[in-house]
């Protein structure tokens, strides 16, 4: 069962983040549903995923982390709905705790402060499933959070900070705790955008542990609760965890890959080490966003993979970034 393809009446949308892999996912979704879209941006920023797209939508500099510019900017647009999803710190290579603060802690803060002046229909904020730590299960969204990083303590530091602000004024503020979302724009140096793009030439990237799990979700599912977020009917501060609900392994997931994409050779196992946020256990308990919401995933991840394959095919402009990041 798929998520129901719902459109809302036009709504003038803020996105933070939305030159990233889910924000420019968002951005086209919102643009092809009919909704005025505006992205709030930094000064200096890669605009690369949102090419053929970028005069469908309105550019916003503003600084998040500083709050210069944030609140005229936002009350001369005025959006209805707010998707948050500005960050830093969720790549490896993004190692600065106090600029992985600065990002989601301050700037969350500044933009909802912004938002809640010039008021709003509803903030969706992204959280993470860093948040929860290593758990030997899938947890719900009201456990005891035991974060192993600089950014999953600012990602709950970020989530409590909007349930808070959304209880005491009674707003309707959502947070979505993503799990391993992957599909087309992803970064070039993430696990299946490698996975794909090696694929694609009959390769294999280089691998961790073969029992290293993920709850891997394609962008489209988690494109669908944003929205889900941004329509439906919830108590102020409510937490969503978004992933699918299966767990993969890397190995399950290399020859997932191996039969979807048809790749000859042999997987090479701890030709890179593992990572310190590597573990056996990571799956999404997602019934509270199908329950209240009504979310479903739609695409498994075999299909997600030949999605993925079929749009780098496609994009030859995008698919060298990726042919660069594997080499």
Avoid at 126 to 155: I, N
Avoid at 232 to 260: C, D, H, M, W
Wanted: one cysteine or more.
């Amino acid at each position: 069962m798929s998520s129901t393809h719902e459109r809302s009446e036009p709504k003038r949308v803020l996105i933070t983040g939305g030159t990233g892999f889910v924000g420019s996912n968002l951005v086209r979704r919102l643009i092809q549903d009919g909704h005025e879209v505006g992205l709030l941006v930094r000064a200096a920023h890669d605009p690369w995923r949102l090419t053929e797209v970028a005069g469908q939508a309105r550019w916003i500099t503003a600084d998040l982390e500083g709050g210069i510019g944030l609140l005229p900017a936002i009350a001369s647009f005025r959006p209805q709905w707010i998707f948050h999803l500005a960050a830093n710190g969720a790549y490896s290579w993004q190692r600065d705790p106090i600029s992985i603060l600065k990002t989601n802690v301050l700037g969350t803060a500044n933009l909802l402060g912004a938002c809640l002046e010039v008021g709003f229909e509803a903030f969706v904020n992204t959280g993470s499933s860093s948040e929860y730590g290593f758990k030997d299960h899938a947890p719900s969204e009201d456990e005891v959070l035991e974060p192993r990083s600089a950014y999953a303590v600012a990602k709950g530091a970020a989530t409590l900070f909007c349930a808070q602000v959304a209880k005491s004024n009674g707003v309707r503020v959502a947070t979505l705790r993503l799990y391993s979302v992957y599909g087309p724009w992803e970064d070039p140096q993430r696990f299946i955008a490698q996975l794909v793009a090696r694929g694609l030439e009959g390769r294999l990237p280089p691998l961790a542990s073969p029992d290293t799990a993920r709850d891997y979700i394609y962008i489209s599912d988690v494109c669908e609760a944003y929205l889900a977020a941004a329509r439906g009917s919830y108590e102020p501060g409510s937490i969503f965890n978004v992933g699918t609900g299966v767990q993969t392994t890397l190995r399950e997931a290399v020859e997932i890959a191996r039969k979807a994409l048809d790749i000859p050779v042999a997987p090479v196992w701890q030709s890179m080490p593992d990572r310190g946020w590597d573990t056996s256990t990571w799956v999404a308990d997602s019934s509270r966003l199908r329950k209240e919401l009504g979310w479903q995933p739609a695409i498994a991840l075999k299909d997600g993979l030949q999605l993925t394959a079929g749009w780098m095919a496609a994009h030859p402009e995008s698919r060298d970034r990726y042919r660069a990041a594997s080499s």
